[in-house]
Each structure stands twice: as structure tokens, then as C-alpha cells.
């Protein structure tokens, strides 16, 4: 039995015995709860172009070294449908190297592999999801170290910034969360404006909230190559500067007020829709 976060175990039962059991206590600080309420889109983007490239360097050097090794192990193994494969053999251009090596990533991830990976939100589709694809895009296209971290800085808080909204678990896929701010990292990468990173995110988060979590499995890969793809369609529309007008569906007014009204949908609207997944599960 689980209680408060999904890493708290409180009950352990085997065949009617009670092996281990802890008192639910409620004042107990459970993870890392920071209060994020600084963050906010024009601040995060600030932080990733004018923080210290060193600190980033320290920061991101594990996530980089780690997340592209259980990547090339995806794409070297046999790990659930090998999407990651099948993807970069039909699609070699650089934005079917992104996906193919992200999706890679994660079936070893969630099928077997024992490598490590640099988790974002409690989450290592999340953290694999917000960093593979803009490595591999700066590293295609030859951008230099300094920009490609301070792209990460951005995926990274931009995924931190969204999780926060929403919470920890949700029937609403993270893996969304993380590919919009891939695909806002990539606007920058290719010097979009402020205003073109914001375009990136409401136009992702337009074409494809909604994708449902059923659970840590293989198929976690098909939600991070459909997030992916999403997102790089939105790039290349907010490059051309354009971007599905406000108050148009859920899309409101700003970037920021978008994402929390996504998060809404997702803490809210979907409570009985994660009831529904878990019924159909049990059974």
C-alpha cells in the first residue's frame, strides 16, 4: 500500500501477513517539495541565456553523458518493439534522429536495461524526453557546447515549470510536458525570439495535451515520438511566426496562462479519467 507519493510505501501484505506496516504520518515531509512559484516562462528563459555556462556545465554533464548512453543502448538492443529502429530506418533526417534516440532511450529504460538515467520530475521519460533531442539536434547541426546547455537549461526548468502545475502523477502524459519544452529548446537553438519560444509551447501543447498515462511501460515510446513530433511542427510554425490565436479552445491570453490552464485539465478534469484507466487495469 502506497500513500502520499507513489515512493511511500506504508503496507506490505503477503498471503494475509503483514511484513512491514509505518503510521501514516501526515506532518511528514515527503520529497522535495520547493516552492516554484518564481518560475515563470520569461524568467525561466532569462535564467537559461544569462546563467553562468560553468554552473550549467556541472549541471547538465551527467545528464548529457548518461541519457545518451542508455539512448545508443536503445538503438543497439532489443528492447520492447525497437520504435526507435524502425523510426531511424525510415527517417534518418535530423528530426528522425531526435525522436528515433529519445524513443530509443526510453524502451531500454522501461524494458530491462540497468544503465542509469537523469530523471526530470521524479520522471525518467521526462528527463530523457526534455534532454536527448536537443542533444542531438546541437550536435547534428555543430552548435557549440555553451548553447546546447543553455538549451537544456530551458528544456529542463520549462518540464520543471509544468510538472510543478500539474503534480506529481496524472492521467495526463509528462512526456507532453517534456517534448513541448524540447521543442521550445529547439526555437532557441535556431534563435527564435522570446516570443517564438512561446509560440513553440502553445502551438504543442494545442495539438496534442490530452495523451493519457496507463502506466510505466514500452509504449511510453510511441507518447514521446507523437509528443516529439508535435513539437517539431510547432517549431518550425513559430519560426514562421505563427501560432493558434488566444481564446481559442483552452489557449488563453499567454504562454503562461496556458500552461496553467493544461495543468488544470490535467490535475482536474482528469481525476475520473485516471479512476477509469486504474478500473480497466484491475481488471
Request: glycine letters at 8%.
Amino acid at each position: 500500500e502506497i500513500k502520499n507519493l507513489h515512493t511511500n510505501i506504508v503496507r506490505i501484505e503477503k498471503n494475509g501477513k503483514i511484513i512491514e506496516e509505518k503510521s501514516d504520518d501526515k506532518s511528514k515531509y515527503y520529497g522535495v517539495m520547493t516552492d516554484r512559484s518564481i518560475l515563470s516562462i520569461e524568467r525561466i528563459i532569462a535564467f537559461a541565456k544569462q546563467h553562468n555556462v560553468d554552473g550549467l556545465k556541472q549541471l547538465f554533464a551527467k545528464q548529457i553523458s548518461d541519457n545518451m548512453a542508455i539512448a545508443e543502448e536503445g538503438l543497439n538492443g532489443d528492447y520492447g518493439v525497437s520504435i526507435g529502429k524502425a523510426i531511424l530506418k525510415n527517417n534518418n533526417s535530423v528530426f528522425g534522429k531526435m525522436k528515433a534516440y529519445a524513443t530509443a532511450a526510453s524502451e531500454a529504460r522501461m524494458c530491462g536495461s540497468t544503465l542509469p538515467v537523469i530523471t526530470n520530475s521524479g520522471s525518467g521519460n521526462q528527463g530523457l524526453t526534455s534532454s536527448v533531442p536537443v542533444i542531438v539536434y546541437a550536435r547534428e547541426n555543430h552548435i557549440g557546447e555553451e548553447k546546447m546547455l543553455r538549451a537544456l537549461a530551458l528544456s529542463n526548468l520549462l518540464t520543471i515549470y509544468q510538472k510543478t502545475k500539474i503534480g506529481r502523477l496524472s492521467a495526463f502524459c509528462g512526456a507532453i510536458s517534456a517534448a513541448c519544452s524540447a521543442g521550445a529548446a529547439l526555437t532557441y537553438l535556431e534563435n527564435g525570439s522570446d516570443e517564438q519560444i512561446g509560440m513553440t509551447i502553445v502551438n504543442t501543447l494545442e495539438g496534442v495535451s490530452g495523451i493519457l498515462c496507463d502506466g510505466a511501460k514500452a509504449s511510453c515510446a510511441a507518447k514521446i515520438a507523437a509528443g516529439l513530433e508535435s513539437a517539431f511542427i510547432s517549431h518550425l510554425l513559430a519560426m514562421e511566426k505563427k501560432s493558434y490565436k488566444p481564446f481559442t479552445g483552452f489557449i488563453r491570453k499567454d504562454v503562461d496562462d496556458t500552461i496553467e490552464a493544461v495543468a488544470r485539465i490535467a490535475s482536474e478534469g482528469m481525476k475520473d479519467t485516471d479512476k477509469t484507466i486504474l478500473d480497466i487495469m484491475m481488471k
